[in-house]
């Protein structure tokens, strides 16, 4: 046996296994968005469910991103055939009504599925405090680069994509969030110059 | 009460294995050669016990006993019998205890077969296998236990995943895989037997692996084409292969097995590439460990990643321990294993095998870094990449249509150096089916550049193959006035390796010949019909009768009622459906396919109108696929004859591969 | 021979249609090889473009919903004007690096490419000089 040439060969396997190793701490099925710190796509889209007053608006307005600049956008995605929806359904109703008069809006937005089950959906679950916009085509979500459901965007008042949850918001996560982001729009005009910061 | 008895025999195995591991050097360096018996009696031990419980596993499926985890996880009253009993290998720990006794079964037949052979070759062949079986062994009682006791026992399962019980492929698809797989660890158990024993420098360990090897990669070559079929009939996008890691990992360890039957003939013949065929052989098994490493343990994301689970971390050490002792061992024993190699000529079949190695090398690794390099790029960039089709296709395609080349050139050329005027007589007349088929696929229609290069290669290697089997046979012929049936199983029986290798080259072309049709002349429509609305898609005509649904015992299903026509007569009937099973949130599309020997017609239920009144079909019609589930039948029919038992002659002398040794009639292209 | 059972056909039928078939053959034909020409070149960039509710096929070939959508938007946005390269860099900026089937030939990446080249080069020269030196006579071959 040769024992030097085997240490040397020895050691080339290293960094293969430490890899290996590495790989344990990554999750290979997530995709990283690009989006955050980006503008977030515009989009216009017409609403299908009306949500509850007093946060609904009627069946077929048509919602624009740019209309809300200067306020906080929570934009969730979502289907009446996944199965992690209905987990973070009443989190987001009723953080969503906690809010009202605030200068957020919760917005849903139906992703691949017929309004019929959409509608059915919010029926079975109780209802939805805000609105639900269709997507014809999933283009608004391949804006978003959405790749499952449910994901939520938080859009900042500089229309600027602030942050994307994966999977079913929490109700502390959302509240901590949409919090922060408030805190950072710029004051209203009327009392200038002071930056608050909760 | 079966799962705890199960449970025990696998417990008991463990001390076995290690009496084993501990025996056999023991016995070997105190010259005690009465205790090498017993080191080979636990893997036969091992392989009653591993045995035991894989029945017990069966059993526990059959009778749906939900106290046992395993088929609490899998199991289900409504799945019928087939696919309850091939759940066996349905998840993660199922699989690894049919892994496990696909291991015992090979370990305790090599051992018993090579029992009586002098020398410490085999005891240490045999120290490697318990090794193995031993790392299984762990796995079974730890974190994939099986035998799990489940408390309160469930009435009733899920029932397997959706995709693995859609199918009957499935019930031959990874038995063959794991036989071929498993096999692997034989050869690798001989290399480390030799390296341990000293008789590596000998070729001994080289002639009792042959058959194994060839064994082992006949399983592995039918699994992959196994695999292609279920993909294509079950994944519903047309295609066979999509370069996904799980695919790639079976077949990495099929490309260096390839490589090494090729280059022992040379270690066999001339005494080449000694170090070159350990590298090989051992390569081959830690490929294997790798593939499953990479599927099991979910650091890389595949269609059939099993749950991640502490289960990687077991494999990280396993794959760390047989990557660094396979280093150590080749390297530390290369001095002893330099080449005395030589070589008369450059114009000789031997550098036709060091290219072949070279290349099925190159394509190896070129497949190995493409799948390991988003995990690479993640560590050094910090940005996910993927590696896809695309990639794969442009990088390995020259080496494809290289080794077609060289599948050609191999079988004419003969060994040692050839002249001017044989090299003419051997090497033209190919060319007229390299020109039939170059112009066969330019009228076909066929315009990129690979696929016309792929279709030449491949018509000249045919001739060239198919050649050497009438060469073989008229001299039989006119030497000895046979018929052609008596002249033909003479032949192959005379040099069983040789015209088993050209049949599998055969096979491997009718393959290609499928791959490249089907990918060249690919042509497919998706439309939105109603009932009575047709579609044409190259030239086949298919028309809309009806949507329908159906409850079955553990699905409910989907189907679309699809005529073919012909000249306005329906002449077939095609039903793509789309299983809906209680398990899963989407439904399982079900494709299917219209297969004739010129091409498929596969039709896919997309989408549907609940109502009936239209239903989106997407039609797919490919030529040939179904060339590539024949040549790989083929392929499979070369690996048996090449293990045919080797008739014994009075004259053994004339073993000699490359003779037709028949009372002295030499037919070969070999210089005297 | 077409025109030949086309004229037949007319005839049988009565349809008084082949004069106004015949003048609206050429546009309906450019429109035809326009709308193939399209269709290659979306098929041409879906099969570029990673399906991200699949696993590791292409939208091309996915049929998944998704896959089937993003496949309409590369039409769309060929159609446009946009170039093949343009559709890849707008879904890259939406899904990342991750939605390129082939990683792009720069920086780091290279490697992927270059490392195939090298070791079959690199083989290549191992086996010429291993040749050499085996078809040496056997008098030179001390070593």
Known sequence: MNWKRSLIAAVTAVPVILL???????????????????????????????????????????VRLADLRGQVVV???????????????????????????????????????????GEAWIAEMGGQSYPSMQDPGARTAIDYGLYGVPETFFIDGDGRVAYKQLGPVTGVGLAHIVDSLIAALPPKPAAPATKSRS | MIGPFAHDALLIALPILMLGIVLAPVAVRTGRREWIPVVYSTLYTNFLLVSTATVAMIVALVTHDFSVSYVAQVGSRATPLFYTVISLWGALEGSILFWAWVLALYGSVVVWLNRNRPGNLIPYTALALLAVSLFFGILLVGPANPFHPVFPIPADGPGPNPLLQNHILMGVHPPLLYLGYVGMTVPFAFAVGAMLSGEVTGDDWIKLSHRWTLLSWGFLSAAIVAGMWWSYEVLGWGGYWAWDPVENASFLPWLTATAYLHSMVLQERRGMLRLWNVNLVVGTFVLTVLGTFLTRSGIISSVHAFTVGVIGYYFLAFIALVLIGALVMVAGNSDRLRTSGRMDSAASRETVFLLNNLFLTAFMFTVLIGTLFPLIAEAIRGVKVSVGAPFFNRMTLPMVVMLLFLMGVGPALPWRSATAAEMRSKLLPPLVGAFLFCVGALVAGARNFYGVVAFTFVGYAAVANLREYWIGLRARRNAHGE????????????????????????????????????????????????PGDTLTVAGQTIRLKGVWGREEVQRSVIGATVEVLKNGRVVGVIEPRMNYYPTSDQPVPTPQVRSTIGGDLYLTLMSFDPNGA???????????????????????LGALIGMLPARRRPDSSLSEPDVVPVRGAVVAETAP | MLVVSAALLAAITGRAGAQAAGASA?????????????????????????????????????????????RDLVREQLRTGKSPDEVKAYFVSKYGEWILLQPRASGFNILIYALPVLVVLGGLAVIVVAMRRWTKPPENLSI
């Not at chain 1, 999750?27 to 469910?49: K, M, N, R, T, Y």
């Not at chain 1, 973070?88 to 809010?99: D, F, I, K, P």
């Not at chain 1, 139906?110 to 309004?115: E, Q, T, V």
């Not at chain 2, 239209?614 to 392929?635: D, E, M, N």
């Open chain 1, 20 to 62: 290996f190793a590495w790989g344990f701490t990554r999750d290979p099925g997530e995709i990283p968005s690009p989006l955050p710190g980006h503008a977030a796509p515009q989009f216009s889209l017409d609403v299908f469910a009306p949500g509850q007053p007093p946060l609904s608006r009627p069946v077929g307005d048509t």
């Open chain 1, 75 to 117: 934009l969730n995605f979502w289907a009446s055939w996944c199965g992690a929806c209905r987990e973070e359904h009443a989190v987001l109703s009723t953080t969503a009504r906690l809010y009202t008069g605030r200068p957020v809006h919760f917005l849903g937005v139906l992703y691949n599925d017929s309004l019929a089950a």
């Open chain 2, 483 to 530: 018929g052609w049936a008596t002249a033909l199983y003479r032949l192959i029986r005379g040099n069983q390796r040789r015209y088993g290798g050209y049949l599998a080259h055969l096979g491997l072309l009718i393959a290609a010949l499928g791959i490249a049709g089907s990918s060249s002349f690919r042509r497919e429509r998706e439309m939105t019909m109603k």
């Open chain 2, 614 to 636: 239209h239903a989106t079909i997407r039609a797919i019609v490919q030529p040939l696929v179904s060339w590539i589930w024949f040549g790989g039948g083929v392929i499979v």
């Open chain 3, 26 to 70: 050429a546009p309906v034909a450019q429109q035809a090889a326009a709308d193939t020409a399209l269709e290659a070149r979306t098929n041409a960039v879906a099969g570029q473009l990673r399906c991200p509710v699949c696993q590791g096929v292409s939208i091309q070939d996915s049929p998944a919903e998704l896959a089937q959508q993003m």
